[in-house]
């Protein structure tokens, strides 16, 4: 089984950056698109940005501009930086990624455990 760690959370003045990371281990896998989601108290698990293993990359509204999404193939690895942070961005944000397992075949979705970001006004 693959599993992501996260790491990079923390708190923040509104207006500050953080830079978020999520890196996958395991044996014999490759990943498809990777992806950064966020929950906050009382809401659902929403979608912040995806990146395609080729770099294409799609974000929600409220982030484009201020939040960049990234990621190292070679290190199975994907990186969320995000500037310009407002209050309203506290959340527990969680790694998301579309693995490929080729013996025998399976894919599926693996989830990180979450890191929490909080920005302070």
């Known amino acids: 089984q693959v599993q992501l760690v996260e790491s990079g959370g923390g708190l923040v003045q509104a207006g500050g950056s953080l830079r978020l990371s999520c890196a996958a281990s395991?044996?014999?896998?490759?990943?498809?698109?990777m992806g950064w989601y966020r929950q906050a108290p009382g809401n659902q698990r929403d979608l912040v940005a995806r990146?395609?293993?080729?770099?294409?990359?799609n974000y929600v509204d409220s982030v484009k501009g201020r939040f960049t999404i990234s990621r190292d193939n070679a290190k199975n690895t994907v990186y969320l930086q995000m500037n310009s942070l407002k209050p309203e961005d506290t959340a527990v944000y969680y790694c998301?990624?579309?693995?490929?397992?080729?013996?025998?075949?399976?894919?599926?979705?693996?989830w990180g455990r979450g890191t929490q970001v909080t920005v302070s006004s």
């Open positions: 990146i395609t293993r080729g770099g294409t990359t």
């Open positions: 998301n990624a579309g693995v490929v397992v080729t013996s025998p075949f399976r894919m599926y979705d693996s």
């Open positions: 395991g044996n014999d896998f490759s990943i498809n698109s």
